[in-house]
């Protein structure tokens, strides 16, 4: 990953983030030496939150099938909560 610094924005403005982003997927930015922040090229963000997506959807598959989740409606999980809610007040 390439990286640019705060002053090669300063400087260049978005046209180093252009540069960079023309070989590389992301750049970082740095701060007084310190990486801060990544960019990166609006389709690649969209490609990685997918990925993230699928990750989740997959994660609440194994959940459900391990029985650590509840398969239900809108309908039923909203008197599955109003239950839940009596018993805490009677408590």
Do not use: P, W
């Not at 922040?37 to 994660?59: G, I």
């Amino acid at each position: 990953m390439n990286q640019l610094t705060a002053n090669d924005l300063k400087v260049r403005g978005v046209a180093a983030i252009e540069d960079v982003l023309a070989s590389q997927t992301e750049a970082t930015i740095s701060v007084r030496g310190k990486e801060r922040f990544v960019v990166m090229d609006v389709a690649q963000y969209h490609y990685l939150r997918e990925c993230e997506l699928d990750a989740a959807l997959a994660q609440s598959k194994v959940d459900l099938a391990a029985g650590l989740a509840i398969r239900e409606s809108a309908a039923e999980h909203m008197a599955r909560m109003d239950r839940l809610l009596q018993q805490d007040a009677e408590h």
